[in-house]
């Protein structure tokens, strides 16, 4: 799996997103993605309750603890590469978080265009 470059969709280097919890496709606390990321985990999202209690209800529990994979679940303030496709939906529900440009990866251009990520800019 050779990761694809680590560029934002600002054009600069990708940040980190988060490290406590570590998040990314590769646990390395970037959004980095490649081929195999059918995911495409793109998206730095800063976690709120509205936000998890919606990925919750459409089927995503991101809260509940799990710890067989090591996984403590998350809470508000935390921050997490989403899958591009969610972040998009939860933007047409009304509820999608607050993003990190500079640690959100180009590839999440794929999915969701430019205006809506800066809509939703920290």
Known sequence: MEPDASVNVLGGALALCGSDPVTGFFRDGHCNTCAADSGSHTVCAVMTAEFLAYS???????????????????????????????????????????????????????????????????
């Open 56 to 122: 919750k209800y459409v089927g995503n529990d991101l809260s509940t603890p799990r710890p067989e994979f090591r996984f403590a679940g998350l809470k508000p303030g935390d921050s997490w590469c989403l899958c591009a496709a969610r972040f998009l939906q939860a933007h047409d529900e009304g509820c999608a978080p607050k993003v990190n440009l500079h640690a959100t990866h180009a590839r999440a251009l794929d999915i969701v265009p430019l205006k809506i990520l800066q809509q939703h800019s920290l």
